[in-house]
């Protein structure tokens, strides 16, 4: 039977490494987005709906990125594109790191003691792009 002290030691401890890991995680995700200024984020939701419309029918109207591409004088399919490219690359890469946060979280839920919890590798490195 786990002692009293043991146990708190233990939950101590996972909930310590569950706020490294969620911090580490955090900035990892913030990392995909650091050159890019807010308002720009904020239009990231419509960039990728009308790119992924476009990809699945390029006769549909993409308002917003027409405007953008004509401003940025470059064609609209290119910059569509481009935007579908950033989207893919985006989501993998942030389902990758949700799937580590995810792993890591389920690693310090299983440990059995304090120095398992700790021993618990908490790395965001996302694999080199290929």
């Not at 955090?26 to 720009?40: D, R």
């Not at 398992?116 to 694999?127: F, G, M, R």
């Amino acid at each position: 039977m786990t002692e009293p002290a043991e146990s708190n030691a233990l939950e101590t401890e996972h909930a310590y490494r569950l706020s490294v890991s969620n911090r580490a995680f955090e900035f990892a995700m913030e990392q995909l987005k650091e050159s890019y200024p807010k308002s720009e984020i904020e239009t990231w939701e419509r960039q990728r709906a009308e790119a992924v419309a476009w990809s699945d029918d390029p006769s549909v109207l993409t308002p917003w990125i027409d405007v953008a591409a004509q401003t940025r004088g470059i064609p609209r399919d290119e910059f569509l594109a481009r935007t579908l490219d950033k989207v893919h690359k985006f989501a993998y890469a942030s389902a990758y790191l949700v799937g580590m946060r995810q792993g890591i979280e389920d690693a310090i839920a299983q440990a059995q003691t304090p120095g398992a919890v700790a021993a618990i590798a908490i790395d965001y490195t996302l694999p080199e792009a290929e």
